[in-house]
């Protein structure tokens, strides 16, 4: 099951959108809180290169993720939400569909709207 369809969901573009999704339906406003949220193992200028889209979470700091936030490496890899708890999968797909809306700007994100709330 996908959350949103994605022309290339194993792209770097495509796991740069899960990701700053993840955070923003978190509650996650800045580069800074995730940083400060994750015990150093997430560091800004690495969440910068996940938010653009030139990397991605290498295997350790996914399954770190994984623990950490409840999400699965399938998901975050493959854009396979099946294995997600109802709840988050309904929450990641609320924070998309605000996004698209344009009522929600996504961490790491230079433009848009400002968050609401």
């Given at each position: 099951m ?12 495509a ?11 978190l ?9 400060a ?16 889209g ?8 996914a399954?770190?993720l994984?623990?950490r936030?409840g999400i ?14 109802l709840?988050?999968a309904?929450?990641?797909r ?14 790491g994100?230079?433009?848009g ?5």
């Amino acid at each position: 099951m996908r959350l949103w369809e994605q022309d290339q969901p194993l792209a770097f573009t495509a796991i740069s959108e899960r990701v700053r999704v993840l955070f923003t339906a978190l509650g996650y406003r800045t580069i800074v809180d995730v940083v400060a949220d994750t015990d150093g193992r997430v560091g800004s200028t690495q969440f910068s290169n996940w938010a653009v889209g030139s990397s991605r979470p290498g295997i350790d700091t996914a399954i770190y993720l994984r623990f950490r936030f409840g999400i699965t490496l399938d998901w975050l890899y493959c854009g396979d939400a099946s294995g997600l708890s109802l709840a988050l999968a309904n929450r990641l797909r609320e924070t998309h569909q605000l996004v698209q809306a344009g009522d929600l700007r996504l961490i790491g994100t230079a433009r848009g709207p400002r968050p609401k709330g």
